[in-house]
Structure formats: structure tokens, C-alpha cells
């Protein structure tokens, strides 16, 4: 009797069970693919554990200056993205098995759209603004800002250990976002707290808005190149069963 979690093999690549049942979140995908290499591991391992030490560098500096609010510290969409981002990395390090493929890639493509998205919002909106446009740290901002971002993209597109995902579930990559604007929203205009300048509510809702609607276009729209970006060799595509 043969289990459902993906095995190693001598070839060095992950094997589900091609051509058969599907893990339910795409039809149809041989998912066989080829074992990430240590130093990338290795690399992914590093990036999560300087995402967590820049996390609580930051928290403590805040902490040491006025009482922390951990709902509104961990209610930013930069240091949200970026533990998705660690846990992810630390989850393909540690138990590369413990997800199946497509299901694996697809995490790890919502995660990488969640980050690139941080460092363009960074880039366009915030860090115009200087020292209010970041985290008070400087090194930890260059890190949750720059670094993952950057490191994030380039990460997905060299890799190789993961699967070609089908535009039709590009909708899995906007649920987070959406639940988060929706939140963020709904506690603006109930406390008054928005993480970010552009979505104070004293601008008026419809400006809001047409913030909330480029960021979701812009979502789709870095989302569908991490689906089907690729640098180099070719990336295992989906098979029929």
C-alpha cells in the first residue's frame, strides 16, 4: 500500500503519483519534480531566519519606545508577507515532503507574489515617504523591504523544484490579499487604524478604492508571471493523467 506523500528517489526528484488522483487543488499534473539543491535550501533556510531576526529586531525597538499593539504590529501586509515568506522557505528546508505537488508550488508561488508585491508598493508608494515609509530599523527594513523581494523573485524563477501552474488558479494568490484589504478596511473605518498612508480613510473612500483596485490588478499581474516565469531550464510542466 503505497501513500500519497511525495518519496525521493536515486534521480533526485520528488514523486507523487503521476497520472493519478489529484491533490485537489489542479487536475491532471505529473507531479514529479526535481529535488531542490542544497545550497538553495540552504539559502532559503538562511533568508527565513534573518525575515524572523528582522521581525523582532523591530518589534523590540517599537517595544522600547511606546507599548506594543500586537494586532497593529502584525496587522502590516510587509511583515505578514514576510513570515509567509520565512514559513514557507523553512517548510521546503525541513519537510520538503510534507506537501504534495501541485500543492507545494502553488504555496510557494502565492508567497512569492506576496513579496515581490511588498517591494513594489515599497518602491512606488513608501519609500518616498523616508523613515514613515519603513520599519524603524534600518537594517531590518532594507531586509523585509529589499532583500526578500528581490531574493524572493529571483529564488522561483532559477528554481527548478516545482511544477508550471495553470492560470486558472491564479485566484488561489488573491484570497490572502483580499481578506487582508477587507480587514483593514473594515478597521478603518471603525478605530481609525490603517497600516499604510494611501488607505487612510481621511482621503475619501473613493481614492481608497482605486488604490485597493491597482494593488489587486497588480496582484493578478505579478501573479500570473511568478506562474509562469522561469530563468533557465525548463520547469516540469503539467502532464494529463
Known amino acids: 500500500m503505497t501513500s500519497g506523500i511525495p518519496k525521493m528517489t536515486r534521480s533526485g526528484y520528488v514523486t507523487g503519483h503521476p497520472g ?60 505578514q508577507s514576510n513570515l509567509i515568506l520565512a514559513a514557507v522557505y523553512l517548510l521546503s528546508t525541513l519537510a520538503p515532503a510534507a506537501l504534495g505537488e501541485p500543492t507545494r508550488s502553488l504555496v510557494r508561488a502565492a508567497a512569492t507574489t506576496y513579496i515581490v ?71 478603518g473605518a471603525t478605530d481609525g487604524w490603517v497600516p499604510y498612508p494611501f488607505l487612510e480613510p481621511e482621503q475619501g473612500y473613493a481614492a481608497v478604492a482605486g488604490y485597493c483596485l491597482v494593488i489587486l490588478v497588480a496582484f493578478l499581474v505579478v501573479g500570473a508571471v511568478v506562474f509562469w516565469g522561469r530563468i533557465g531550464r525548463r520547469v516540469v510542466s503539467p502532464t494529463a493523467g
Open 20 to 79: 493519478g488522483p489529484s491533490d485537489g487543488v489542479c487536475e491532471g499534473f505529473n507531479r514529479t519534480v526535481p529535488q531542490t539543491p542544497p545550497v538553495a535550501l540552504a539559502l532559503r533556510a538562511l533568508i527565513a531566519v534573518l525575515v524572523v531576526a528582522a521581525v523582532v529586531a523591530t518589534l523590540v525597538e517599537v517595544a522600547s519606545r511606546t507599548g506594543i499593539n500586537p494586532v497593529n504590529f502584525f496587522g502590516f501586509f510587509t511583515i
Open 117 to 187: 508585491i511588498v517591494g513594489i508598493v515599497y518602491a512606488t508608494l513608501l519609500a518616498p515617504l523616508g523613515v514613515a515609509g519603513g520599519v524603524p530599523v534600518p537594517w531590518a527594513n532594507v531586509m523585509l523591504h529589499v532583500v526578500t523581494p528581490l531574493y524572493g523573485i529571483v529564488d522561483w524563477l532559477a528554481s527548478r523544484d516545482r511544477v508550471r501552474l495553470p492560470l486558472d488558479r491564479l485566484w488561489v494568490v488573491l484570497l490572502y490579499p483580499a481578506v487582508w484589504l477587507v480587514v483593514v478596511l473594515l478597521r
